[in-house]
C-alpha cells in the first residue's frame, strides 16, 4: 500500500514543471493577445453603438411611417367611407353630364 502513495507521490512531482509550463504558456498567449482583444472590444463598442444609432433612426422612421399611414387609414374609415354613397352619386351625375354634352373635336 505504501508503493502506490509513493508512485502518486512520484507522480504528483513529475505534473508539477508540465502544470507550471502549461499556466506560463497560457499566461503568455494572454499577454500576447492582449492587445488585440482591447482593439476588438473597441471596434465592437464602437459599431455597436454606430449600429444602435442607425437602428433607432430606422426605427424612428419605420415609426412615423406607420403613424402616417395609420391616420391615413383612419381618414379613410371616418371621412371618405360614410361619404362614399354621395361620392358614387355625384360620379353618376358626372358621367351623366359628360355623355350628354357635345364632344368637341379639332378641326
Avoid at 25 to 36: E, I, N, S
Amino acid at each position: 500500500m505504501e508503493v502506490l502513495g509513493v508512485l502518486i507521490g512520484l507522480a504528483a512531482l513529475l505534473a508539477v514543471p508540465f502544470v507550471l509550463l502549461l499556466v506560463g504558456l497560457k499566461v503568455l498567449f494572454a499577454l500576447v493577445l492582449l492587445p488585440f482583444k482591447i482593439v476588438g472590444g473597441l471596434l465592437k463598442g464602437l459599431f455597436g453603438l454606430a449600429a444602435g444609432v442607425l437602428g433607432g433612426l430606422f426605427g424612428l422612421a419605420a415609426g412615423g411611417l406607420g403613424l402616417f399611414f395609420g391616420l391615413l387609414v383612419l381618414l379613410l374609415v371616418l371621412v371618405v367611407l360614410p361619404l362614399a354613397p354621395l361620392l358614387l352619386l355625384g360620379g353618376v351625375v358626372w358621367l351623366a353630364l359628360k355623355a350628354f354634352s357635345p364632344a368637341t373635336r379639332p378641326a
